[in-house]
């Protein structure tokens, strides 16, 4: 079967850096997506991988190794309002995302 | 000028009764999808439409059925509602089938009594 698995919750400081891991089975690869989501509010997107590597977008990066099945997504300079979800999701050989349940991201002061 | 809409925002309703939720995208995005999210925040897709046309349909009720009546469009009717339907609705688009992000509407909470 297919499967994505993430940290259920994690817990940081503001100021500091957090990593939050994604390792995924699926039929197929095509792209890795981390979007993230606030509490009562719609998905929105942060970053997309399809090559191995680091991806960085201001204080979010993303990192891929498809041959670990295994992203990550490192969040700089933590800021409260960076409290959220943050979910992983894979496009399989179907084009279909395959979603993870999320990581819950607690910043405390 | 909301991207993604999704009408009501939120729907209490008994078991059995029948109910819509609405959704439009001003993106000129030719697919769009719907998905449930459950109380363990489980995004799992439902369906899937591109310039009207079903593309994707998961292992659904099929007291669920989409309609697209053109491409900026895309409506979920549920029939005789139950409990195990209490669950946020999200509608997305995204300019293709490709590799391209989505973008997802606010999201309906359904709750089923």
């Known amino acids: 079967g297919q499967n994505i698995d993430q940290p259920t919750e994690m817990t940081a400081t503001e100021g500091a850096i957090v990593q939050i891991n994604c390792t995924y089975q699926?039929?197929?690869?095509?792209?890795l997506f981390w979007y993230q989501q606030h509490a009562g509010e719609a998905p929105t997107f942060l970053s997309y991988?399809?090559l191995d590597g680091l991806e960085e977008k201001g204080r979010f990066s993303s990192f891929l190794s498809r041959s670990k099945g295994y992203s990550y997504l490192l969040l700089k300079e933590l800021q409260m309002k960076d409290s959220a979800s943050y979910l992983c999701?894979?496009?399989?050989?179907?084009?279909?995302?395959?979603w993870g349940a999320g990581t819950k991201l607690i910043i405390k002061p | 000028d909301t991207a993604v809409s999704q009408t009501p925002k939120y729907l209490v309703t008994q078991m059995g009764n029948d109910k819509s939720i609405k959704c439009e995208q001003n993106?000129?995005?030719?697919?769009m999808y719907w998905y449930k999210q459950d109380s363990k925040k489980f995004l799992k897709i439902m369906f899937s439409?591109?310039?009207?046309?079903?593309?994707i349909n998961e292992t659904v009720p099929n007291r669920f059925s989409p309609k697209s009546p053109d491409k900026a469009h895309l409506n979920l009717h549920i029939n005789s509602l139950e409990l195990g339907d209490s669950a946020v609705y999200f509608c997305?688009?995204?300019?293709?089938?490709?590799?391209?992000?989505?973008?997802f509407g606010p999201g309906t909470r359904l709750t089923v009594t």
């Open positions: 699926t039929s197929g690869f095509n792209g």
């Open positions: 997305a688009s995204s300019p293709g089938q490709g590799v391209t992000e989505q973008y």
């Open positions: 993106l000129g995005h030719d697919t």
């Open positions: 439409y591109n310039n009207k046309e079903l593309i």
């Open positions: 991988n399809v």
């Open positions: 999701a894979v496009r399989d050989s179907n084009y279909q995302l395959i």
